[in-house]
């Protein structure tokens, strides 16, 4: 179990309740979060958790010029996915008709979303809107259920879900989603290029990769 929680954390992954539950549980007790970091800090990398302890991250301990180059890159993964997200959790909220933002754990019903979508023109007209975002959100079935497929499968690709219940068509939001409430305030105070819409406004705070 130790060789697998660090193979994925070494390969950018974060290990929450949603995505693997009994990795996640390991880090319950100190001494095994201490004896991980023990292990990470051996290749320049150490142990973080996101802001509300939804899921531990692999960063690096000291930043050089390749590690600057690696952290340029994730962020321009960040970034490329940044208003994809925005939209997809103000669609969630439009769906039940909520103000709360999801947190991680939350489950996101496929069949009661396409249903609320279908009744409702101005949710729908949401979902086409994904396509501005590129190919990668733009469905080549044009029905509210290849749409909302699509879009769902790009943030399970992203980490954002995962897939819990097959039979129900369920998924739930992962610890990544903690992680990117943290990065949003990063950007918002930092990055003039970032700026959420008003009515979108998902944000929470924290320190950036």
Not at 28 to 38: A, K, M, P
Not at 72 to 89: T, Y
Request: proline share 5%; glycine share 4%; charged share 25%.
């Amino acid at each position: 179990m130790f060789e697998e929680i660090i193979t994925r954390l070494l390969q950018g992954q974060f290990i929450c309740e949603a995505s693997a539950p009994s990795l996640f549980r390991q880090f319950d007790t100190e001494s095994y979060r201490d004896e991980v970091d023990q292990y990470l800090s051996r290749i320049n990398r150490r142990l973080s958790v996101t802001p509300n302890r939804q899921a531990y991250y692999a960063t690096w301990k000291r930043v050089g010029p390749d590690q600057r180059a690696e952290a340029k890159r994730v962020m321009a993964n960040i970034k490329q996915v940044l208003h994809p997200i925005v939209k997809f959790l103000a669609l969630c909220m439009d769906c039940q008709g909520t103000d709360i933002a999801p947190s991680p754990g939350d489950r996101v019903d496929y069949p009661s979303i396409l249903q609320r979508i279908t009744e409702n023109p101005h949710l729908l007209e949401q979902l086409r809107e994904f396509s501005l975002f590129g190919k990668d959100y733009a469905a080549s079935d044009a029905s509210p259920a290849g749409m909302l497929s699509k879009v769902i499968g790009q943030l399970e690709k992203a980490g954002y879900l995962v897939l819990f219940n097959r039979a129900q068509e369920a998924w739930r939001f992962t610890g990544a989603l903690d992680y990117y409430y943290e990065v949003v305030d990063f950007l918002t105070d930092h990055d003039e290029s970032i700026q959420p819409e008003p009515e979108e406004d998902v944000s929470s705070s924290g320190r950036l990769f």
